[in-house]
């Protein structure tokens, strides 16, 4: 598999990597009688045993150090454990928020990647940032909440719910301006064993932190088989061609290509589930994309005009 991504350019990778993901919501649902932390620890873990005969000798070979160690950890906290826990949470509750929002308010992640840099990066923030950034989240804010009324008998679950997803959003959006920095010291298929492992660590533990021993006795061999569909496809999988493809390509180019899944979500979510967003929902979600490429072009023009790029 390793051969075949070589032979496969970056930009295709990264929009192989968003369609896997936009199906992962798909599956998830199928797991809503676990907690989701329960679901993050045994994906991960199979995803670990799948991936550890491919990529053992990539990590054995591989010498961190204690910046790339630390690289490797804050990766794990928020893409591995924090991005995907809130993630599951938000599509577990459907009573609240529909499949095709979630993706889209997950979409804000290059608005967080580029805030955290300019804070903790010192990066230079073009003026036009701000403005771009607002209109973003008053997109999401009509994403979530169509003609912009909130539903005060599911109010709270809905914002709940949106707040899970920007949490995920968040926690990917950082994630991914620490992942291209790991990438320029180590390879792709050690990058990716050392995220697995280490989320494996740090989740399994919070079952038993969170009271949730007892789901571990619970698990059906169908949701085993589950685990593993996500650890081939969506999990394990994607994020390695993911990881493949960054590697090849610049963080503002590889978020302008996984802008793909947020609208093949919609489609899912139309054929699979009925939910169709209503006009406003649609407008708002266009205005939520542009505004989301617009901050990615900054970026471009950014790095063109002499500015320190977060991949750096």
């Not at 021993?213 to 169908?222: A, F, N, Q, V």
């Given at each position: 598999?390793l051969k075949t991504?070589?032979?496969?350019?970056?930009?295709?990778?990264?929009?192989?990597?968003?369609?896997?993901?936009?199906?992962?919501?798909?599956?998830?649902?199928?797991?809503?009688?676990?907690?989701?932390?329960?679901?993050?620890?045994?994906?991960?873990?199979?995803?670990?045993?799948?991936?550890?005969?491919?990529?053992?000798?990539?990590?054995?070979?591989?010498?961190?150090?204690?910046?790339?160690?630390?690289?490797?950890?804050?990766?794990?906290?928020?893409?591995?454990?924090?991005?995907?826990?809130?993630?599951?949470?938000?599509?577990?509750?459907?009573?609240?928020?529909?499949?095709?929002?979630?993706?889209?308010?997950?979409?804000?992640?290059?608005?967080?990647?580029?805030?955290?840099?300019?804070?903790?990066?010192?990066?230079?923030?073009?003026?036009?940032?701000?403005?771009?950034?607002?209109?973003?989240?008053?997109?999401?804010?009509?994403?979530?909440?169509?003609?912009?009324?909130?539903?005060?008998?599911?109010?709270?679950?809905?914002?709940?719910?949106?707040?899970?997803?920007?949490?995920?959003?968040?926690?990917?959006?950082?994630?991914?301006?620490?992942?291209?920095?790991?990438?320029?010291?180590?390879?792709?298929?050690a990058s990716t064993?050392?995220?697995?492992?280490?989320?494996?660590?740090?989740?399994?533990?919070?079952?038993?932190?969170?009271?949730?021993?007892?789901?571990?006795?619970?698990?059906?061999?169908?949701?085993?088989?589950?685990?593993?569909?996500?650890?081939?496809?969506?999990?394990?999988?994607?994020?390695?061609?993911?990881?493949?493809?960054?590697?090849?390509?610049?963080?503002?180019?590889?978020?302008?290509?996984?802008?793909?899944?947020?609208?093949?979500?919609?489609?899912?979510?139309?054929?699979?589930?009925?939910?169709?967003?209503?006009?406003?929902?649609?407008?708002?979600?266009?205005?939520?994309?542009?505004?989301?490429?617009?901050?990615?072009?900054?970026?471009?023009?950014?790095?063109?005009?002499?500015?320190?790029?977060?991949?750096?």
């Amino acid at each position: 598999m390793l051969k075949t991504l070589k032979k496969i350019g970056g930009p295709a990778l990264i929009i192989i990597a968003a369609l896997l993901w936009a199906f992962d919501g798909v599956i998830r649902r199928f797991l809503y009688a676990l907690p989701p932390i329960t679901i993050i620890s045994f994906e991960h873990l199979i995803g670990l045993v799948i991936l550890a005969p491919f990529a053992w000798k990539a990590a054995i070979k591989t010498r961190l150090g204690k910046k790339e160690w630390f690289l490797v950890a804050l990766i794990a906290v928020l893409s591995g454990l924090l991005g995907t826990l809130w993630f599951t949470t938000a599509l577990l509750k459907t009573n609240y928020i529909s499949f095709s929002v979630v993706f889209l308010l997950q979409k804000l992640q290059p608005l967080f990647a580029i805030g955290s840099a300019a804070i903790f990066l010192h990066e230079k923030m073009h003026k036009r940032y701000i403005t771009w950034a607002a209109l973003a989240l008053v997109s999401a804010y009509f994403v979530t909440f169509p003609n912009g009324l909130v539903n005060f008998a599911t109010g709270e679950g809905t914002v709940i719910a949106a707040l899970y997803a920007l949490g995920a959003a968040f926690a990917w959006g950082t994630s991914t301006t620490f992942s291209k920095m790991l990438l320029n010291k180590i390879s792709s298929q050690a990058s990716t064993f050392f995220r697995f492992l280490i989320t494996v660590i740090v989740a399994f533990p919070f079952i038993f932190i969170s009271g949730n021993s007892s789901s571990i006795g619970i698990i059906t061999p169908s949701q085993i088989g589950l685990f593993a569909l996500i650890a081939v496809s969506t999990g394990m999988v994607a994020i390695l061609i993911y990881y493949k493809g960054l590697s090849k390509v610049s963080v503002h180019v590889s978020t302008i290509l996984e802008l793909t899944f947020p609208f093949v979500a919609i489609l899912i979510d139309m054929v699979m589930y009925h939910n169709f967003l209503t006009w406003p929902q649609w407008i708002a979600s266009i205005l939520l994309v542009g505004s989301i490429y617009e901050i990615a072009r900054l970026r471009e023009k950014g790095s063109m005009d002499g500015s320190p790029e977060i991949s750096s």
